[in-house]
């Protein structure tokens, strides 16, 4: 007998021992043509794999998250065999499944996407005959025999420790493989070719350059239709694009990965600022800033000159190295020392918005996302050990109180000791549970990442959701055991003995220029009144109008509003379609009504028009807007 546990408790025996397959079926028919693989005491496996003795088993169906994964891992497979029935000379490498979808790296000519219909065909005949994955195992020496005229499938086999190697076959295409797989390639109902680019082999430039061809695939082709229009609204949304197109930063050769931030851009930089050091302000923080550029020394006693280096921009100014700050904290961790600090002090909660500058790779720069320079809203909040919780608690607070007024959700993840760590048992069980028992107090869910926190102490991490629904690591609040040692940190307790503080580290928008692009996604570029760089526009019908019409400018421009009057001798359908293109949020028409009645008729970039509204009413629901910080438009708005 062989008694499989399932994920709730419940057991079932089996006379001899069964499949996936046959404990699906135990559970109904239905339920077993919608499983796609095993998992068997954690280890995913094929489904059709045996389960010999006692086990834990959950049976993974279409809808769990790694079902995907195994899914576009099989259609990497079945594309690879399109790939080898087409191109006669191709050497295959390596195909994983990867976020969005898989690809292969393939030695062969360079392709184009036109090539793709033609391999998209090939790969539906594979599918549409659903043919079975069956999986082989193989000693080393015969699968240098079968590879024998694949250098790179030979090249990954000398590389395995000895023992038996797996194959999978469907149909008449072999791969080395891992798995698992899906049972069959019938299971691939949508798959679709995306992309080709350059790759290397093992990334390396020095060896042959390989054709990596992306695709994704699919359970249900709705969910490839929902992707692909997932693709298009994030392309539409793009912040480089629309960076150019609202003249909000620009880029250039002469700084690569740096950016140039334009009248536009600094308007919203500057408003976001000022938010963040209003809500700092409150949550009792003290603003600090500290130099780019400090000496080697420093950094060797911070640990950067040893482990950061290569990150670094490094020079020689009057005989001393010296190094351009990839964060703020050692200057930070210099301010505190430069005073003596009594426990009455504490907590102290010193923020630096501060420009850090990281020498990234030219390969992955992108846009805002990933810069060479860029400020931290890096704090360090210096405390003693009662402090934690009550400190992490008030941090939570002030990180949802901050996302939420962009209308952005998130989600916490804790993570917790890495294999390599500094630190003892004791130290580090405190830590823990100083952010864990802060955590179940905020009451939210949280994801535990086990082993997962840096080297220098726990970490929670804040998620943030887009209106696309990505996701984006941007908050962080972590525990640093590290940096007060090598600091010598300390203040003097009630029983005048100096003692270590507790130092965290903590960010709410990380990188401000990231944060910044994101939100340029975020609201495609559709910035809320307070963050717009033009909040209003006036639009005189006729010539005669525009003294009146200045006048109104001046008075919302004394209100602080930021106004402009467009009094070209354009067509009043232009101006409109202009101010629209530039997302200026209220856009006012003056006519020969609008001036003898005393209203104004308010255009929102949503299309409603409501008239007849009183200036007083305008200036109340426009100042509140702004000074609470509102998504909406209130009244204006439908
Ligand atoms: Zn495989
Ligand atoms: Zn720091």
């Not at 080297?455 to 929670?460: R, S, V």
């Not at 467009?566 to 379609?577: Q, Y």
Request: glycine share 6%; hydrophobic share 40%; with cysteine.
């Amino acid at each position: 007998m062989v008694h499989i546990t399932f994920p709730d408790g419940n057991i079932k025996a089996f006379e001899s021992p069964p499949t996936g397959h046959d404990i699906a079926c135990s559970i109904s028919e239905g339920f077993a043509r919608n499983c796609v693989a095993l998992q068997k005491n954690g280890d995913l496996l094929d489904l059709n794999a045996r389960v010999e003795e006692d086990a834990a088993v959950r049976l993974v169906t279409t809808r769990d998250p790694e079902a995907l994964h195994i899914l576009r891992h099989s259609a990497a497979h079945v594309m690879a065999q399109a790939i080898l029935h087409l191109y006669k000379d191709a050497h295959l490498t390596i195909g994983p499944a990867v976020d969005d979808g898989f690809y292969y790296d393939i030695d062969m000519e360079p392709i184009s996407e036109e090539e793709f219909p033609k391999i998209e065909a090939e790969i539906k005949k594979a599918v549409k005959a659903k043919e079975p994955f069956k999986r082989a195992a193989v000693s080393k020496a015969e699968a240098l025999e079968f590879y024998k005229n694949e250098p790179y499938k030979l090249e990954m086999i000398r590389d395995l420790p000895d023992g038996t190697i797996s194959f999978y076959r469907h149909g008449d295409f072999t791969d080395l493989c891992r798995g698992p797989h899906v049972p069959h390639t019938g299971f691939i109902k949508a798959v679709k070719l995306m992309k080709v680019s350059g790759a290397y082999w093992r990334g390396d430039q020095s060896n042959a350059q390989l054709q990596r061809i992306y695709g994704t695939a699919f359970f249900d082709k709705k969910d490839l239709v929902a992707y692909l229009q997932f693709l298009e609204e994030a392309r539409k949304r793009n912040h480089r694009k629309i960076g150019t197109a609202l003249d909000l930063f620009s880029f250039h050769d002469e700084a690569p990965g740096m950016p140039f931030f334009h009248a536009n851009g600094m308007v919203i930089w500057n408003e976001l600022l000022e938010y963040w050091r209003e809500e700092h302000r409150t949550a009792g923080y003290v603003e600090t800033k500290t130099p780019i550029t400090l000496n080697r020394s420093l950094w060797e006693r911070s640990g950067h000159w040893e482990n950061y280096r290569e990150n670094m921009y490094t020079s020689v100014i009057d005989d001393t190295d010296v190094a351009i700050k990839p964060m703020n904290c050692p200057g930070g961790m210099l301010v505190y020392t430069s005073r003596h600090h009594s426990y009455r002090d504490l907590p102290i909660r010193q923020a630096e918005v501060g420009l850090v500058h990281r020498h990234e790779l030219s390969g992955v720069l992108n846009g805002l996302f990933r810069v060479r320079a860029f400020h931290q809203d890096d704090a360090h909040i210096f405390m003693t050990p009662e402090q934690i919780q009550s400190e992490i608690l008030s941090l939570l607070s002030l990180e949802d109180r901050m996302y939420s007024t962009f209308g952005l959700g998130y989600h916490l993840e804790l993570s917790t000791r890495p294999d390599k760590s500094i630190g003892t048992d004791e130290q580090w069980k405190m830590a823990t549970d100083g952010l864990r028992s802060a955590l179940d107090a905020y009451g939210r869910d949280y994801k535990i990442n086990e082993g997962d926190g840096a080297f220098y102490g726990p970490k929670i991490d804040l998620h943030i959701k887009d209106a696309l629904g990505r996701t984006w690591q941007c908050g962080t609040i972590q525990l640093d055991m590290s940096l007060p040692e090598r600091f010598d940190l300390y203040y003097v307790d009630k029983d005048n003995e100096k003692h270590r503080p507790i130092m965290l580290h903590r960010t709410v928008f990380g990188s401000i220029e990231r944060f910044l692009g994101i939100l340029i996604e975020h609201f495609a570029g559709k910035f809320p009144l307070w963050m717009a760089p033009v909040q209003v526009i006036l639009l005189p019908i006729n010539d005669d109008l525009v003294a009146y019409t200045d006048e109104i400018g001046r008075t919302l421009q004394g209100a602080g509003l930021r106004c402009e009057v467009d009094s070209r001798a354009e067509s009043l359908n232009k101006k409109i379609r202009e101010a629209q293109l530039r997302y200026i949020p209220l856009i006012l028409t003056i006519g020969n009504k609008e001036k003898a009645s005393g209203t104004l008729s308010v255009r929102t970039l949503d299309g409603t028009v409501k008239q007849g509204i009183s200036h007083d009413v305008f200036m109340n629901t426009v100042t509140a807007a702004i000074r609470e910080r509102r998504l909406d438009l209130g009244l204006f708005q439908e």
